[in-house]
Structures are given as C-alpha cells and as structure tokens.
C-alpha cells in the first residue's frame, strides 16, 4: 500500500485541500483511537503549513485530539464512499466498534504515532495548536503539518491529476443530508486567455 506515496512538501501541502474536498480526521490517544468525516476543512498558512479544521463538541475525535495534540487529515475518494458516510453518522461515543463496522484500515507513516486511514489520496500529519477560545467558541482547531504524503496516482508534482485517473479516485465534496458531489473537470484559465 505504501509502494504509490510520494512526501508532499509541507510549504505545498495546502494543495492538498485547496480544492475543499471532505476529509477524514484520525487520531490516537493511550486509550482511544477515532476517525470521523468531516467537512470544513482548509489550509490556513504556506509557512509554516497550517491548516483548520471544525470538530463538534460532541465528538469523541475532538477529546482525542485534545488528549493527544496531534492529528490527520485525510482526502478519501469516491470509492470509499459508504465508508465515509458511516463515519460521520455513526459516533464512537455509542459505538465503540464504529472503526471495525465502518470498515477502516489504519496504518502509520515511518516515524509517526498517528494513525491514518487506508486508501485515500492524501494525508496531512498534525500537531494541535492549542487556542482554546476558538476550540471551545467556534469548535475550530488548528493544527501545523509536520508530514504530508500524497498517492503519486493522483497527486504529484505538487498538483492533482483527477484528469488521469479513473472516478473511484475522485475528492468528495459533502453538502447536505448525505449527498456528496465528486470533483469536476479540470478547466485552465491560462489555456481560456490563450483561446481567445
């Protein structure tokens, strides 16, 4: 599984969200280890990369990374679809199986404690900045990225290649009650002025 990851550099791993996509957050701690889908994410700064993300109260993801003070973001794609949606209905607090029923497949990059999710098409590695106002006003974390990877089949040269590559590898893009979008056709405003 390892054989397509390339490292992604950390003042390029904004690409890696720059186009919105829905995104799984792992973490660990020493007694829990939790997954959900979440959809506001963003990068926040080229140098040093950092990126946000909003975790609910209610979320015991949230208390894990508070517990622990690092975390992953994760880019599935299409074909993990069921498993995306289950994770973001189902929560760790009623089910303490929910990663097993959702189906996930952890693994950790060389050097990492942070679990990461199989089969996406990248992964940003976290540290939390801790800023408790906004975690506890706005629900808002902060996290500076201390590894980025990326699955060379889709992701390389520091930019996405969906053009390339089959749906099953295309970013989900959550809006409402349960229904996803896939990312589009790749449009060129250089390649429009050059038309015209």
């Given amino acids: 599984m390892l054989n397509h990851l390339l490292p992604v550099e950390l003042e390029k791993s904004y690409r ?8 799984l957050v792992s973490a660990q701690d020493h007694q829990d280890t939790g997954v959900m ?6 990068a926040l700064e080229f140098s040093p990369a950092k990126v946000t993300v909003v975790l609910d109260k209610s979320s015991k ?7 622990s003070g690092c975390f992953a973001l994760q880019v599935p794609t299409l074909r993990q679809l069921k498993m995306v949606y289950a994770l973001g209905m189902i929560s760790l607090n009623d089910a303490p199986e929910k990663l097993r029923q959702c189906g996930v497949e952890l693994f950790n990059f060389p050097h990492s404690k942070i679990p990461a999710v199989a089969g996406c098409a990248a992964w940003l590695l976290c540290e939390l900045i801790p800023e408790p106002h906004n975690q506890q006003a706005h629900d808002l974390f ?12 889709i992701f390389r040269d520091g930019r996405w290649h969906y053009q390339d590559a089959g749906d099953e590898w295309k970013s989900l893009h959550h809006v409402a009650g349960g229904q996803f ?9 250089v390649d429009a002025d050059a038309a015209e």
């Fill in 181 to 189: 979008y896939t990312i589009g056709e790749a449009v060129s405003a």
């Fill in 61 to 67: 993801t949230r208390r894990i990374i508070e517990n």
């Fill in 142 to 153: 902060i996290g500076k990225v201390i590894g980025a990877y990326a699955d060379e089949r």
């Fill in 37 to 42: 889908t979440a959809a506001w994410a963003c």
């Fill in 16 to 23: 890696l969200l720059n186009h919105g996509p829905t995104v």
